[in-house]
Antibody
Framework: EVQLLDSGGDLVQPGGSLRLSCAAS????????MSWVRQAPGKGLEWVSS????????YYADSVKGRFTISRDNSMNTLYLQTNSLGADDTAVYYCATGYRSVGGYWGQGTLVTVSS | DVVMTQSPLSLPVTLGQPASISCTSS???????????LNWFQQRPGQSPRRLVYKVSNRDSGVPDRFSGSGSGTDFTLKISRVEAEDVGVYYCMQGTHWPRTFGQGTKVEIK
């Protein structure tokens, strides 16, 4: 059974940082592109970032470029999102998902990032 | 960026009746590899999104056959042949052809 377990969300002050993780199981992680998608409270879905299966290709939304870094550890079957210089607009549930073209065959349960003083 | 425009944004439907959601992209979604990366998602209240359809018309495993996707180029449609109570939620289209990936605004399906 495919499982994606998101973690790392927390309450953080403006300007702070968090590292989000997504632990994958039940499929050959190293052969899948992966993505992060977020959803602000009461809002729609927003694509944040994607990474190729090898990790050699990374892609970002303009709203996070230069502040967020996506990475993966294929030996640990884990996807990461390092988030820096967080602002109120980054408050959202962050989901990891499989794929980076046909995104979203599988989704994590989401992890909540709240940016507030 | 490719803008994905859904209509309607709110869709009250009667149980057992059909429903249709339109999604239009500002740029053709035909990729240089020949595929069209247009996906449809359902998000039930309080749940993670779930993909229903990928590459325009391919239903994901476990998705009821009352859901169908169609379209080409810039115009796409998700149809529900007979709406059931469990279909209540928000539906999103998303393009996976161009960077950055972009979602439609979402269509809220509710029962009349």
């Amino acid at each position: 059974e495919v499982q994606l377990l998101d973690s790392g969300g927390d309450l953080v002050q403006p300007g702070g940082s968090l590292r989000l993780s997504c632990a994958a199981s039940g499929f050959t992680f190293s052969t899948y592109g992966m993505s992060w998608v977020r959803q602000a409270p009461g809002k729609g879905l927003e694509w944040v970032s994607s990474i190729s299966p090898s990790g050699g290709g990374t892609y970002y939304a303009d709203s996070v470029k230069g502040r967020f870094t996506i990475s993966r550890d294929n030996s640990m079957n884990t996807l990461y999102l390092q988030t820096n210089s967080l602002g109120a607009d980054d408050t959202a549930v962050y989901y990891c998902a499989t794929g980076y073209r046909s995104v979203g065959g599988y989704w994590g349960q989401g992890t909540l990032v709240t940016v507030s003083s | 960026d490719v803008v994905m425009t859904q209509s309607p944004l709110s869709l009250p439907v009667t149980l057992g009746q059909p429903a249709s959601i339109s999604c239009t992209s500002s740029l053709s979604l035909v990729h240089s590899d020949g595929n069209t990366y247009l996906n449809w998602f359902q998000q039930r209240p309080g749940q993670s999104p779930r993909r229903l359809v990928y590459k325009v018309s391919n239903r994901d495993s476990g998705v009821p056959d009352r859901f169908s996707g169609s379209g080409s180029g810039t115009d796409f449609t998700l149809k529900i042949s007979r709406v059931e109570a469990e279909d209540v939620g928000v539906y999103y289209c998303m393009q996976g052809t161009h960077w950055p990936r972009t979602f439609g605004q979402g269509t809220k399906v509710e029962i009349k």
